[in-house]
């Protein structure tokens, strides 16, 4: 084991980019090394209670605070990142002057990491909570090649030669990376270049989340649409006309923005919460209606809990897709939602031989994948 060594963390400030990466935070810190977390304050607490010490910085970023929400058109929300990234470095610069990591782990989106790694002159590790670049991603993600999306990849690679980093948007994916998904997820796993290393999800007790627990004996149905795209009274209250009176506990989770009065009457058999505590509930649940984001489609699969898929953006489309090509639950699209529909998922998911065997294949892939355990040990042979 090397010895003890100073690991800075940097991600997006945003569920899906943060939660991937606790796990390898409490690993590394168990480890004995100390690990630097670079946050907003809305994620603090989660750092602070997997053991990393929050290094704090304005993000420009869409947060709850400032109501903001995330943009659907590819090149607008890249736009995003590139500007956080020109927004975030000269902060991160500051704050780590005069306590310089030994070496970085950085999410995908956070794209100021490795221009600071180089100019510090330490390696850097890309976690990635999603695919990874394979033959054809441009086809299976619908990924455009237009102006406006190649004027932003000229913004990012300019500010890369600005700060003389040997980077550009189109070689980021060349780096040494750990995959926090399970390898037969992964879209033509066999075509990802060997610098990709798939250890499956990192999940931690998130205590701070709080707890939940089901109420008697029926099965236990938990619908959530993750942290950004939870504007959707249509669906919820298609949710509670489809759910409501089954013989099944239900968990709705709404989001902050939908008021709970546009739902109408909630049936019996359902809660309606703002927030719930997602890993909680779903090791207790038997399925889960998802928009299909990849950290709530990774923390079912650890559970081995069926889904119904009802993507609404960006990458969802693809995840949900391959739920259901691997028989993992059901791939609904939004435009054919309809109470019938959704009860019609909720029995298959619930009852179909092969998707039950199929999430519990995918459970035990995961527990085989190492995990935190495996990510660390990659992490600790480039210290």
């Given at each position: 084991m090397?010895h003890?060594?100073?690991i800075?963390f940097m991600?997006v400030?945003a569920?899906?980019h943060i939660?991937p990466g ?5 690993e590394?810190?168990?480890r004995g ?14 750092v ?8 704090r910085y304005d ?5 709850a ?8 058109d ?5 736009l995003?990142?590139?500007d ?5 470095h000269?902060?991160?610069?500051e ?6 990591p ?15 790694a180089h100019e ?7 976690l990635?909570?999603t ?5 054809g991603?441009?086809e299976?993600?619908?990924f455009?090649?237009?102006p ?11 500010f ?9 948007f ?7 990376s ?13 075509s ?5 290393e798939?250890v499956?999800?990192?999940l ?6 709080g ?16 942290s950004?795209?939870?504007d ?6 298609a949710c509670?006309e489809?759910f409501?009176g089954?013989?099944w506990?239900?968990v709705l989770?709404?989001?902050r923005v939908?008021?709970?009065a546009?739902?109408g009457?909630?049936?019996?058999n ?9 890993l909680?509930?779903?090791?207790q649940?038997d399925a889960f209606?998802?928009?299909a ?7 079912a699969l650890?559970s081995?809990v069926?889904m119904?898929?009802?993507p609404?953006?960006a ?5 949900a897709?391959r ?13 054919d939602?309809?109470?019938e529909?959704?009860r019609e998922?909720l029995?298959?998911?619930s009852?179909?031989p092969?998707v ?12 085989a994948?190492g995990g935190?355990?495996?990510?660390a040990?990659?992490?600790?042979a480039?210290?």
């Open positions: 090397p003890p060594a100073h800075a991600a400030p569920h899906g939660n606790l796990g390898l935070i409490a590394l810190t168990a090394h100390r690990v630097t977390c670079a946050v907003t304050e809305d994620f603090a607490p989660q602070a209670e997997a053991g990393g010490e929050p290094v993000s420009t970023l869409p947060s605070a400032t109501q903001q929400e995330w943009p659907e590819q090149a607008a929300a890249v995003l990142f590139v956080e990234m020109i927004s975030v000269p902060q991160l610069a704050a780590y002057a005069a306590d310089r030994d070496l970085v782990v950085h999410d995908i989106g956070a794209l100021q990491a490795p221009v600071l510090w002159g330490v390696p850097a590790i890309c990635s909570p695919h990874v670049r394979f033959e991603i441009e299976v993600f619908g455009d090649d237009d406006g999306l190649r004027a932003v990849h000229a913004k990012a690679d300019a890369f030669a600005e700060r003389g980093a040997p980077l550009t189109a070689t980021l994916d060349q780096q040494r750990v995959v926090a998904i399970p390898r037969s997820f992964q879209y033509f796993a066999d990802v270049a060997a610098n990709h798939f499956g999800p990192m931690t007790e998130r205590k701070f989340q707890t939940w627990r089901r109420s008697g004996d029926r099965p236990v149905l938990l619908i959530s649409m993750g950004a795209f939870t959707q009274p249509e669906l919820y209250r509670l489809a409501g089954l013989d506990q239900v989770s709404i989001g939908v008021d709970p546009v739902l009457e909630v049936p019996p359902v809660e309606v919460h703002r927030w719930v505590p997602q909680d509930v779903l090791a649940a209606l998802t928009h984001g990849m950290g709530g489609t990774m923390e650890h081995g069926p119904i898929a009802v609404q953006a990458d969802q489309f693809a995840n897709a739920v259901a090509e691997l028989g993992l639950g059901v791939h609904l699209p939004k435009e939602v309809t109470p529909a959704l998922a029995h298959r998911v009852t179909d092969e039950l065997a199929g999430a519990a294949a995918m459970r035990r892939e995961i527990r994948a935190a355990r495996r990510a040990e990659i992490v600790e480039h210290l």
